[in-house]
């Protein structure tokens, strides 16, 4: 199984900026893509930013324009640089590996454990 591990969430204050890193156990071009997903108390996770091994990325429609996903590969990590943040952005936030298996019917997932992102007023 690969172990992914999320850092760098904490306190910051509206319009202030979080980077978010995502350390993976094993090379991430294993993994065909990796993203960053956050949930809220009482509410369903829901996929925030997604790159893939071609680099291609996609976002959630509330956060374009202040977040961007990207990786560095001889790091074996995934980063969120999270920028003109808002309170609604508050949510513990997941990083997710995916790898697609010809054998296989759908594709295999990882998460990590999450880290607590609070955006004050």
């Known amino acids: 199984q690969v172990q992914l591990v999320e850092s760098g969430g904490g306190l910051v204050q509206a319009g202030g900026s979080l980077r978010l890193s995502c350390a993976a156990s094993?090379?991430?071009?294993?993994?065909?893509?990796m993203g960053w997903y956050r949930q809220a108390p009482g509410k369903q996770r829901e996929l925030v930013a997604r790159i893939t091994s071609s680099s291609s990325t996609n976002y959630a429609d509330s956060v374009k324009g202040r977040f961007t996903i990207s990786r560095d590969n001889a790091k074996n990590t995934v980063y969120l640089q999270m920028n003109s943040l808002k309170p609604e952005d508050t949510a513990v936030y997941y990083c997710n590996g995916v790898r697609y298996v010809l054998s296989m019917d759908g594709p295999l997932n990882y998460w990590g454990q999450g880290t607590q992102v609070t955006v004050s007023s």
């Open positions: 094993r090379s991430i071009l294993s993994l065909n893509a």
